[in-house]
């Protein structure tokens, strides 16, 4: 299968099972990217999302112009962007038209009651990925010391906190912990 269709196929999945919104969107990225077609190593996807949650915009579609923009250049974040919101966009005009049509029936106050609870557990399975590629070198649990990243757990646990005690906001965290790092990372060579 050529790359280009194998990006679209994808990320048309992607954008059909993210129910949730854009972090929900990054483990099922990571199964068609990493696992399913083994078109980039685990860390090289942790880069990328790294990437795309600095910059504006929904997180979703920035990883998804990333990849495509890593693995196959300007026609693959095309592809990649345009396969990400094409099911979406579409499921949502549908839903548009019947919510407001139906919205005073009990069913569907329901219906989206019982979706909260999937969308809960998509965040924070997304969110633990993260943070597993994070802290472990290899991106599997084991507590063992070369297979730890202590500076990431030094910054991780430093930006939070700060978060919590002084309540900086997020912006001046994100800057001040990837100033921190990078300079560590200059001064020390072998951190890596």
Known sequence: M???LKLFVSFLQVGLFSVGGGYAAI???QNQIVNVWNLMTL???ANLITIAEMTPGPISINSATFVGMRLAGIPGALICTFGC???P???CLILAYYYYKYRSFSGVQTVLGCLRPAVVSLISCAGLSIL???VF???KVDFSPDNLKFLEIALFAGCL???RKFKLGAIKIILGSGVVGTLLYLLIPGLL
Do not use: K
């Open 85 to 87: 919101i094409l099911m």
């Open 43 to 45: 860390e090289e996807f």
């Open 137 to 139: 070198r290899n991106g």
């Open 132 to 134: 597993t590629l994070a």
């Open 89 to 91: 966009f579409t499921i």
């Open 2 to 4: 050529p790359m280009l």
């Open 161 to 163: 906190f700060l978060l």
């Open 27 to 29: 483990p099922l990225i």
